[in-house]
């Protein structure tokens, strides 16, 4: 499996449409870079939700999928499923997010994700975030959307139960949807490790990078 670093990583910037969406498709990766690197500094940004119980899961999600992290986290309140109709105040939240950081890595949803939040956020991102590595994570859902990812993050067995354990215990508020279970989450994670000869992984899509393969 062909490997490239990123070189030293001090920022991050990570978006989501919804609360749960940046620890559903990048926990284990923020886990993992979280860990390695205590004190980085991670912007997290989520434009529906705020306010109310969605917003008090995310903040005691994220703190925990960012141990040891300086994390900023915004909660915006846009209506779910109705970002294309609330574009102006979505564009500059991120445009906002862009203004107060310049990250070494993004994680943001992928381009052709069915959902359109998920969707309208990542075409925002490609705007604001032009000459920055973007990893796009995907998210498992009824639609049947997943693609051939080009990035894997490996994640060890222990990041991997880690990241399923974390999302169980702190969107209780999601636990009665069908596809959030233990099954869903540790099996794809299994199913991206076996691309990469890994246990476990998370991928991610890349829309364009640059190689430095002269030093």
Not at 97 to 103: A, E, K, N, Q
Request: hydrophobic share 40%; proline share 5%.
């Amino acid at each position: 499996m062909i490997r490239l670093g990123a070189g030293r990583l001090d920022r991050i910037v990570a978006v989501g449409a919804h609360c749960d969406d940046i620890a559903i498709g990048a926990g284990g990766t923020l886990l993992t870079l979280c860990l390695a690197r205590p004190g980085i500094r991670v912007d997290a940004l989520v434009l529906s939700g705020g306010g109310g119980e969605r917003e008090r899961e995310e903040r005691a999600a994220l703190a925990a999928f960012c141990p040891g992290a300086d994390l900023r986290l915004t909660v915006h309140k846009l209506p779910d499923g109705r970002l294309p109709a609330n574009w102006d105040e979505a564009k500059a939240a991120v445009e906002e997010l862009r203004l107060r950081t310049v990250p070494d890595l993004v994680l943001a949803p992928r381009t052709d994700d069915a959902h359109q939040d998920h969707r309208g956020l990542a075409e925002l991102m490609t705007t604001a975030f032009r000459d920055h590595l973007v990893l796009r994570y995907e998210i498992v859902k009824w639609d049947g959307d997943l693609g051939r990812p080009v990035a894997y993050q490996p994640l060890s067995p222990e990041v991997a139960e880690e990241k399923v354990r974390l999302l169980q215990e702190h969107y209780p508020s999601q636990r009665h949807r069908p596809w959030y279970d233990r099954e869903a989450f540790l099996g794809l994670a299994r199913i991206r490790g076996i691309e990469c000869h890994a246990r476990y992984a998370e991928a991610f899509a890349v829309t364009k990078l640059t190689l430095d393969l002269g030093e």
